[in-house]
């Protein structure tokens, strides 16, 4: 009854507007009551009537009536809640279940509670037992130092979570790179099958036009022996069918025409050639095979043109326009030879790689040969010395080997790459610049290989790249 009297009166103490105990109260002519602040707030910008906040009754003027009785009623409602809270606070303190004593101790063997009747009981004799003030102080410091504890071990946890994102960004970006690189194989390797195909059909359709062509050759010259038969059969009924006399007249005529005829033609035999066909390795294999295989080519100065100059470190070629004096004529090797120069390597082995910068220069050629050339200026006798090279000559990218085969390349080519798998028979040449592939070949080598490099009459030099490994 006293708690719902209390906050009756406590409810009545307050003001409407601000919602909090009422300060120095004024009642209106209504009898609703409000803080002179707060009415006075209400009706500062109105300048005729002034309504009622509750009930919205108006009233002229600004006229208010103060009420201290209500003042102090306010002031007994805040001490009758204050006296009430502190007795209800005094009731909910823990008390000993035992002794029905205030808990003020704390026993720090057993982590318990207790009362002054509890510190004197023999189970708690010897033990080391403190205020709970002084316990809770205690640990409240201990406390404190798990959460500084607990708070270096988050921001650990929150280091860790930072480096975790950072890792799975750069690890998104690795997944991004090797989607691009393979869709970048994907396409290269499909133009570069597109073509094979191509060719590859090609060459199908003219080793079945072959054995047609045999075969159409082999029909005509037996429908024409058996022509000859049917007019040799018609012949001899024809004759059986005469007199006695004349088939003894004709008989040596016929015995002639007969011992005079040619034999059946021979049976064509025909067989399929089955055309062989490789693949070269992937561009995505192209970092393994530079890792593993590049190799520190070289220039031979002994193979070169006279008209080529090698520089020091053996690594580029430049072609040097040469004097002639007055009525002296080009020897035969400036006359005919190629401005070709070879490497120092031999490779009858393994597998190798390099590049070469051709940069902007108008005409040259890139590969490997077998042997070194003649000192007659015939390069490549027929017969006896082969290349497997692709060059730039007359503006247009070509691939030479046994046959001359133009390259479909609209990028402009300024490193090339080249890669010699001489147990497997492959030479392949890569764009180093983008690592797209451009041209392979496929033979039986059973001679040794050299680098072969190839320029024009122009100034710039041809120059063996350092290949730098990038994983």
């Known amino acids: 009854m006293e708690m719902s009297a209390t906050s009756a009166l ?36 109105l300048l005729k009537t002034f309504p009622c906040p509750v009930c919205h009754q108006t009233q002229e003027g600004r006229r208010v009536s103060v009420n201290p009785q209500l003042g102090r009623l306010v002031d007994l409602a805040n001490f009758l809640q204050g006296s009430r809270d502190s007795r209800m606070a005094r009731e909910n303190e823990p008390r000993c279940a035992e002794h029905q004593q205030e808990l003020s101790f704390f026993c720090e063997d057993d982590k318990k509670l207790m009362c002054a009747m509890c510190t004197k009981c023999p189970e708690h004799q010897g033990h080391h037992i403190r205020s709970m003030k002084e316990a809770a102080s205690h640990y409240r410091q201990q406390l404190g130092e798990y959460i500084h504890l607990l708070k270096k071990q988050m921001e650990e946890v929150k280091r860790l979570i930072v480096t975790q994102d950072r890792k799975i960004l750069q690890l998104q970006e690795e997944v991004r790179k090797q989607r691009m690189q393979y869709n970048l194989d994907y396409e290269q390797f499909k133009q570069f099958m597109d073509c094979e195909k191509n060719a590859y059909l090609t060459r199908m359709e003219e080793e079945e036009n072959h054995l047609l062509r045999q075969h159409n050759v082999s029909m005509a010259a037996h429908s024409a022996h058996i022509d000859k038969l049917r007019d040799l059969i018609v012949e001899v009924a024809e004759l059986s069918e005469m007199s006695e006399e004349m088939v003894l007249r004709g008989l040596k005529g016929l015995q002639q025409h007969y011992k005079g005829l040619d034999p059946a033609p021979a049976v064509q035999l025909l067989n399929f050639r089955p055309l062989y ?50 009525g002296e004529k080009p020897k035969i090797w400036e006359a005919t030879a190629a401005l070709v120069v070879l490497g120092r390597e031999r490779f009858a082995s393994g597998r190798h790689y390099w590049e070469v910068q051709v940069g902007h220069k108008p005409e040259w050629a890139v590969g490997v040969c077998t042997d070194a050339p003649c000192s007659e200026g015939q390069w490549f006798p027929s017969g006896r010395k082969r290349h497997w090279i692709i060059q730039l000559q007359d503006g247009k990218y070509l691939a030479a080997g046994s046959a001359v085969v133009p390259l479909f390349q609209t990028d402009k080519l300024t490193v090339i790459g080249i890669y010699l798998d001489y ?24 001679q040794v290989l050299k680098p072969y490099f190839g320029t024009g009459c122009d100034s710039e030099p041809l120059r063996i790249c350092v290949v730098d490994y990038e994983g």
């Open 10 to 45: 406590q409810a009545e103490a307050i003001c409407p507007i601000c919602q909090d105990n009422l300060n120095n109260p004024v009642t209106l002519k209504c009898q609703h009551n409000f803080c002179v602040t707060c009415i006075r707030m209400k009706w500062k910008n």
């Open 277 to 326: 066909y490789s693949l070269p390795p992937l561009c995505s294999v192209l970092s393994n095979i530079i890792q593993k295989f590049r190799e520190n080519v070289t220039l031979d100065p002994q193979t070169a043109h006279p008209t080529l100059c090698v520089s020091e470190d053996l690594k580029s070629v430049t072609w040097v326009k040469q004097r002639l004096r007055v």
């Open 423 to 446: 147990e497997l028979g492959q030479v392949c040449f890569y764009n180093a610049s983008d690592r797209s592939h451009l041209h392979s070949f496929s033979e039986t080598f059973v």
